[in-house]
């Protein structure tokens, strides 16, 4: 019921990808390279966001340090606390908040990605791909799983640059893990998706540091 649901809230979403999926296909006459196009294109669509969520996690590491002297110092007084984690804010420049809102506003779109892939109808046909021989099923061969787990990694260990805090380490090291784990019984055109995703994003936050001295870790 309940993924019923959540597939009817992004059904218009899904309709579009789908669409844009099948003119691709009828492009490239693969499957799998329409999935990777389509993955590029959406991620090309979102790098202002991408800028965005990475400057304001950037930031908000940077400040990790002096947040835990803080709540240290007023660890007896939280309220204190609270006010002076506000003042650091506004003085630093930083919206806590600011990582989040891209996240929330990517979120329809990767949902109907989601959908979109996950119900494609691939007209009858097997689409097969390099190795895959259905992308409509799981890697029989557990290679893109393994993918979708070390570019989560290598993703995470990007973004989380800096001094980390001890939940943001084990979050760095469980959520590749659980991505791979669920890899494994997601079909292979979904989990291509998101290796590409992956991909494309380690290279643009590469691009990123590579051009903004701001966003440059250290």
Same mark, same amino acid.
């Given at each position: 019921?309940?993924? %019923?649901?959540?597939?009817?809230? #992004? %059904?218009? /979403?899904?309709?579009?990808?789908?669409?844009?999926?099948?003119?691709?296909?009828?492009?490239?006459?693969?499957?799998?390279?329409?999935?990777? *196009?389509?993955?590029?294109?959406? +991620?090309?669509?979102?790098?202002?966001?991408?800028?965005?969520?990475?400057? %304001?996690? @950037?930031?908000?590491?940077?400040?990790?340090? +002096?947040?835990?002297?803080?709540?240290?110092?007023? +660890?007896?007084?939280?309220?204190?606390?609270?006010?002076?984690?506000?003042?650091?804010?506004?003085?630093?420049?930083?919206?806590?908040?600011?990582?989040?809102?891209?996240?929330?506003?990517?979120?329809?779109?990767?949902?109907?990605?989601?959908?979109?892939?996950?119900?494609?109808?691939?007209?009858?046909?097997?689409?097969?791909?390099?190795?895959?021989? %259905?992308?409509?099923?799981?890697?029989?061969?557990?290679?893109?799983?393994?993918?979708?787990?070390?570019?989560?990694? #290598?993703?995470? +260990?990007?973004?989380?640059?800096?001094?980390?805090?001890?939940?943001? @380490? /084990?979050?760095?090291?469980?959520?590749?893990? #659980? /991505?791979?784990?669920?890899?494994?019984?997601?079909?292979?055109?979904?989990?291509?998706?998101?290796?590409?995703?992956?991909?494309?994003?380690? *290279?643009?936050?590469?691009?990123?540091?590579?051009?903004?001295?701001?966003?440059?870790?250290?």
């Amino acid at each position: 019921m309940e993924d %019923s649901f959540f597939g009817s809230l #992004f %059904s218009p /979403i899904e309709s579009l990808l789908s669409l844009v999926l099948g003119s691709l296909y009828s492009i490239t006459s693969s499957y799998g390279l329409a999935i990777i *196009i389509l993955t590029i294109i959406i +991620k090309i669509v979102l790098y202002p966001l991408t800028v965005k969520q990475i400057k %304001s996690m @950037k930031a908000m590491q940077e400040l990790q340090p +002096k947040i835990q002297k803080l709540q240290e110092k007023y +660890k007896d007084n939280p309220q204190m606390a609270q006010q002076k984690l506000m003042e650091m804010y506004q003085t630093a420049g930083v919206n806590p908040l600011a990582g989040c809102l891209p996240l929330l506003v990517q979120m329809p779109i990767l949902m109907g990605m989601y959908y979109a892939l996950f119900n494609f109808d691939y007209g009858g046909a097997t689409p097969t791909f390099a190795w895959l021989p %259905s992308l409509s099923e799981p890697d029989p061969y557990y290679i893109l799983p393994i993918l979708s787990a070390l570019t989560t990694y #290598f993703q995470s +260990k990007m973004t989380a640059t800096g001094e980390m805090t001890q939940q943001m @380490k /084990i979050m760095t090291t469980v959520m590749p893990l #659980f /991505i791979g784990f669920i890899s494994l019984n997601f079909p292979s055109g979904l989990v291509l998706y998101w290796v590409t995703m992956n991909c494309v994003q380690i *290279i643009q936050q590469w691009w990123l540091y590579r051009r903004n001295s701001d966003t440059k870790p250290a």
